[in-house]
């Protein structure tokens, strides 16, 4: 679950086994994707973007070009949240590429040491 603190964000996510998506988090909304064992990937967090009809556009932070649908990752500053689910599940919250939204993950149903991140 990935938790949206900002009405104006937009979370993508990306990489293999998973199509990538766009999800607008409303404030205090809270959103459930499932991903299947094996993949990995990020969510990140893109804030004041205004697209056209056409997908053509920008965002003030996280942005990746002018589409409103990712073919790379978010320019920092972007809060990410990242992703590998095996046998044993790694996943973490990062400020690696900067910060632009606060960010948090929160396991379901897991075994073990689940703690919430971020």
Known sequence: MVDG??????????QSKLQRRRIRA?????IVFNAPVGW???????????????GTGTCETGSCGSTLKCSASGKPPASLAEFTLAA????DVSLVDGF???????PMNGKGNCSVAG
Do not use: A, H
């Open 5 to 14: 603190q900002n009405g104006r964000s937009q979370l993508e996510y990306s």
């Open 26 to 30: 409303q404030p205090g909304q809270s």
């Open 40 to 54: 990995s990937g990020r969510i990140w967090g893109r804030t004041g973007c205004n697209f056209d009809k056409t």
């Open 88 to 91: 044993l599940d790694f996943y």
């Open 100 to 106: 632009n939204l606060p960010m948090s993950v929160t």
